[in-house]
């Protein structure tokens, strides 16, 4: 690994006209119970019910402690039949937790979430120094990339980086991560991602530097450890897991040519890994010209 150039509300009820008029008027007395129906107000003196009285004129009397409780059994009755009980609002749905990357099983589909949980970290440490993260390109297949670049160490199944064209997931890579890993493929990909922008990082900060390839391969394990952290410290990700996958991938690539002399033996590589792990901040990662800051 080197650098190469995401109630039905209830439907309302029509009611009996002898309930619909048991809502008083804005302007009602508050002694007066129920609304006088203006045809009996017209009724002249002397019809039935006797001479002496005058229904548009009789004063209703206030009412008593059974009346307020026949009213209120009146009014939820109204309520329930409507579908207008106050009730409170129905809880908003919790939104869904986002779809764990190791869960994917498409290479692709998961090397693009762990690039996105990868941005979530650095464009934060970014942005806390007043600096700009952009996220690199990434391929998972054949595409060589521009010019057909390869890692500068030539190995024959390696993913690199490229400041033109991004993070490269050759498919022979992938197969012999997969043959040589089985089911915890995709957690030594995790590393190998997360390495490769650990180089992208460095090319943000000092685009044109020129430095021992060593110190570039040591910090970049370093920046793997400090994302590592992070994401741990969030419960996205298993520490122990997650070394113990590194730590075996690290002893596969030491079988390459170059590989030890361009990105130290595997022991090496782990104590830059750890240096991240265990202070999660990118200045524990400074090596000679390559600072943070």
């Known amino acids: 690994m080197g650098i190469g150039n995401p109630l039905p ?28 129906d203006p045809r009996v107000a017209e009724r002249p003196r002397g019809g039935p019910g006797g001479p002496e009285r005058d229904l548009a004129r009789t004063s209703l009397p206030a ?29 908003a749905p919790a939104p869904k937790a986002p779809v764990p990357c190791l869960s994917q099983a498409d290479d692709a589909l998961f090397a693009s ?9 650095w464009d934060r440490e970014f942005r806390d120094t007043g600096r700009t993260y952009s996220s690199p390109q990434l ?18 199944d390696r993913a690199f980086y490229s400041p033109r064209s991004g993070i490269h997931f050759p498919t022979r890579y992938l197969d012999a991560v997969h043959t040589a890993h089985g089911p915890r493929a995709h957690v030594v990909l995790t590393f190998t991602m997360d390495h490769e922008i650990g180089h992208h990082v460095q090319f943000l900060l000092h685009p044109r530097i020129d430095v ?8 970049a394990d370093c920046y793997a450890g400090v994302w590592a952290r992070q994401e741990a410290d969030t419960g996205r990700l298993v520490t122990g897991e997650f070394r113990s996958a590194a730590a075996a991938e690290l002893g596969r690539l030491s079988s390459y040519p170059n590989e030890v002399a361009t990105h130290g033996n595997p022991d090496q590589r782990l104590a830059s890994l750890d ?17 943070w800051r």
């Open 9 to 36: 509300s209830a439907g309302t009820r029509a009611l009996p006209s002898l309930i619909a008029r048991q809502t008083l008027p804005a302007n009602a007395r508050a002694e007066h119970a129920f609304e006088i």
């Open 63 to 91: 009412c008593d402690a059974d009346g307020v409780r026949a009213a209120a059994t009146l009014l939820l009755v109204v309520s329930m039949l409507t579908g207008c009980a106050h009730t409170a609002p129905a809880a």
């Open 113 to 121: 979430c762990l690039r996105t949980e990868l941005t979530e970290v």
């Open 139 to 156: 391929t998972v297949g054949d595409d060589p990339g521009p010019r057909g670049e390869r890692t500068r160490d030539d190995g024959p």
């Open 212 to 219: 021992p390839v060593n110190e570039l391969e040591a910090q």
């Open 275 to 291: 240096k991240g792990l265990h202070s999660g901040e990118p200045a524990a990662c400074d090596v000679g010209q390559l600072t």
